[in-house]
C-alpha cells in the first residue's frame, strides 16, 4: 500500500548508540533488534519506485530475520527499518537522513530512491560517518567525490547505455553499413541520473563516429514528449533513447503510439517499474529495448533467496499486482543483504567498524556479484538489456547473457 508520511513509518524504534571493543551497542529498548534508517520516495514524482523499494528492503528484512537474522558475538539480532518518506525532494532527503542520525540516533544506513536524492543524502552520512549502502543511485559523480561511507550495488550509469550503442553498432554491420552511419536521437530528464546517462551515451556513440540528431530534454513535469517525437518523426533516426524514470518511460510509450512514430531501435529507461505492457498493452510495448540491473532469467544464486528466478517467484507471490518484478526492488533487496554479511563480518554494530567491513564485502547475490572498489562502487556486476517480446522481457544482450534473439527493426507499435 502506497503511503504517504513525514513520519517514520517503524514506529516506537529506540535508535543505538555505538559498538565498543567489538561488543554490539544496544539495538532498541529490549536489545534484540537493529535499526536501520533511510528516507524513501513513497510520494512526489518518484513515488513508484520509491514503493518498489521500500517493497525490496521489507522481503530482504523479512527474509533475514526469518533465518535467525543477524549474529554477532554469539547473539541473534533481528533487522528493523525505520522509514521517512522523502517526497521526492532532495532537500527533504538531506533534511530526514539528518534526523535519522541526530535525533533517532541510526548510523547505519539505507539509500533513498534515485540518483538526486542519494546526492544530498551522501555529504550528510560522509559528515557523520555514518555508512550506507544503496541500491537505486548509479550516477557514476556519486563515486568521484571520495566518499568513504557509500556503497553502492549496482552498476553505474556509464553501463547503461553502452549495451545500447553497442548493440546499435553491430545491427548496422549485419545491414552492411558503418557503425558511423547510425543516427541517433536523445530525450533526458535534468536530473543527476539521466544526464549521467546522457554523458555516457555521447562517449559511447564518438566512440564509433554517430551521429547525434536531436539532444533534448524531457520537461520538468515528463508529461509530454511530442516536441522531441515531431523531430524523430522528421529525421527518422535509427536508434531512440529516453530516460526519464517510469514516469517518463509511461509518457515515451504513450506518445509514441499516439503520434504513430517508427525508429528500428528504442531504448528506454524504467520500462519495468513503469509497468508499460500493463498500462499499454503488448502492441504498443513490443521491441522497446529496456536496460537492467537484474533480471530473473540469470543465473546467479545465494543462500537468502536462492536463484534470480526464485526471488522473483517470491517478490510476484507477495506483490501479485506486478506484471514484472522491477530491478529496483531486487537491487534494494540485494542492499540488506550486504548490510547482515557487512554486520556479522565486522561483529560490531560500530559504523566505524562496519564501515571497514563494508570494504571487504566479497559475495554473490541473487542480484549479482558485489564487491566494492576503492571508491565505493561495485564493478563486479554487469548490465544487461531486455527486449519487450509478446508481452514478457527477453535478455538479449550482451550475447553471453541472452535468452532470446533481438527484434529488430522495431515494428509499428499501433
Partial sequence: MRMSLRFPLTMGVV???????????????????????????LTGKYSTNGVVTQRGYDIGVKRINEMGGVKINGKSYKL?????????????????FERLIKQDGIKLLLGPYSSATTKAAAP???????????????????????????FGVVSTSEQFIESTIDLAAEMAEKNGKKPSSVKIAMSFENDPFSLDLRAGAVDRAKKYG?????DDRLPRDLNDMSATLTKVKALKPDLLIVSGHEKGAATAVRQLKEMRVEVPMVTITQCESADIVK?????????????????????YKDQYFGTAMDYAKLFSK????????????????????????????????????????????????????????????????????????????????PTKYATGKLEYPRAAGY
Avoid: H
Avoid at 24 to 41: H, Q, Y
Avoid at 80 to 96: C, F, G, H, I, N
Avoid at 286 to 293: D, F, K, S, Y
Fill in 15 to 41: 535508535a543505538f548508540g555505538l559498538g565498543v571493543a567489538g561488543a554490539v551497542a544496544p539495538a532498541t529498548a529490549a536489545d534484540d533488534t537493529i535499526v536501520l534508517g533511510t528516507a524513501v520516495s
Fill in 80 to 96: 528493523k527499518v525505520q522509514y521517512y518518506d522523502d517526497e521526492s525532494t532532495p532537500l527533504r532527503t538531506a533534511e530526514l
Fill in 124 to 150: 550528510i552520512t560522509e559528515k557523520y560517518e555514518a555508512p550506507m549502502v544503496e541500491g537505486e543511485a548509479a550516477s557514476r559523480s556519486l563515486f568521484t567525490q571520495g566518499y568513504k561511507y557509500l
Fill in 210 to 214: 554517430m551521429q547525434i540528431i536531436v
Fill in 279 to 299: 498500462k499499454f498493452g503488448k502492441k504498443a510495448s513490443e521491441g522497446i529495448l529496456c536496460p537492467t540491473q537484474w533480471s530473473e532469467t540469470l543465473n
Fill in 318 to 397: 507477495d506483490y501479485p499486482e506486478y506484471s514484472e518484478v522491477p530491478y529496483q526492488a531486487a537491487q534494494a533487496t540485494a542492499s540488506v543483504i550486504v548490510w547482515k554479511e557487512a554486520l556479522e563480518k565486522a561483529n560490531s554494530t560500530d559504523p566505524k567498524k562496519v564501515r571497514d567491513a563494508l570494504t571487504k564485502i566479497d559475495t554473490m547475490t541473487f542480484f549479482g556479484p558485489i564487491k566494492f572498489d576503492s571508491t565505493g562502487k561495485n564493478p563486479a556486476k554487469p548490465m544487461v538489456l531486455r527486449q519487450v517480446q509478446d508481452g514478457k522481457y527477453v535478455v538479449v544482450a
